[in-house]
């Protein structure tokens, strides 16, 4: 589906989200053959995403005690958009030589996705209200907000014992501040989408684990 234009207008909140993730898997299939991706493909895109909504049904009984379905059905579909696009965007750190590794400035793939995604949905909204439209399928405010917070919670940095300004996944330790930082959280989705991102070894076991470090060497290594 083009992400200019759509056969119907959505009739649900999830099917406005579906218009969303498919705009997000447009970007990511461009990012990857302009860029020469191996980690940060649609594959990983789809694996964050049934990661995440394994953690998110496994809590669900406990956020049933505060929220409503329908909330909790919306909040299962930001965390599905989320989940898609939250590496929508890759940019490298320019190499002094061909032969040396490709480097992330941390946070800075994080930023240009979340504005990305956020422009998007902002013209998406007004492109639906155009015509005759429950103001329920819409991205509201606080959507965005959630949206916007859960992507960056993705922001990997050194571990503090390296203390370097930049890195490569391939040849560091490393590790989401997000969730570390104990201040009040937007909502639950940052956490989600976080150990979702860098939760293959503990939920998917060893061998994804190990094949994502390949993948992870050869994108961040192109001379390889």
């Excluded at 207008?9 to 406005?16: G, I, M, R, V």
């Excluded at 929508?88 to 793939?109: A, H, L």
């Excluded at 390296?162 to 996944?169: C, H, R, V």
Aim: glycine share 4%; aromatic share 8%.
């Amino acid at each position: 589906m083009n992400q200019n234009s759509w056969e119907t207008t959505p009739s649900s909140f999830a099917e406005t989200v579906e218009l969303a993730e498919n705009f997000a898997k447009q970007e990511i299939v461009r990012e990857m053959e302009e860029k020469q991706l191996y980690y940060h493909t649609l594959d990983h895109a789809m694996a964050v995403k049934r990661r995440s909504n394994l953690i998110f049904q496994a809590i669900k009984p406990t956020l049933q005690s505060s929220q409503s379905s329908t909330e909790l059905n919306r909040l299962e579909s930001i965390i599905a958009l989320c989940a898609v696009a939250h590496d929508m965007v890759q940019n490298f750190s320019q190499r002094d030589k061909i032969k040396t590794p490709r480097k992330r400035i941390p946070g800075v793939s994080e930023v240009a996705t979340a504005n990305k995604l956020i422009e998007y949905l902002t013209d998406l909204n007004q492109r639906l209200s155009v015509n005759p439209f429950k103001s329920s399928i819409l991205f509201q405010k606080e959507d965005l907000a959630i949206i916007e917070d859960a992507i960056l919670a993705t922001v990997c940095d050194l571990d503090p014992q390296a203390g370097k300004a930049t890195y490569s996944f391939s040849s560091h330790s490393i590790y989401q501040p997000y969730l570390y930082d104990y201040q009040p959280k937007i909502s639950i989705v940052g956490k989600i989408i976080a150990l979702a991102d860098l939760g293959t070894l503990g939920i998917d076991g060893v061998k994804p684990f190990i094949q994502e470090g390949v993948l992870v060497f050869l994108e961040d290594n192109l001379d390889v």
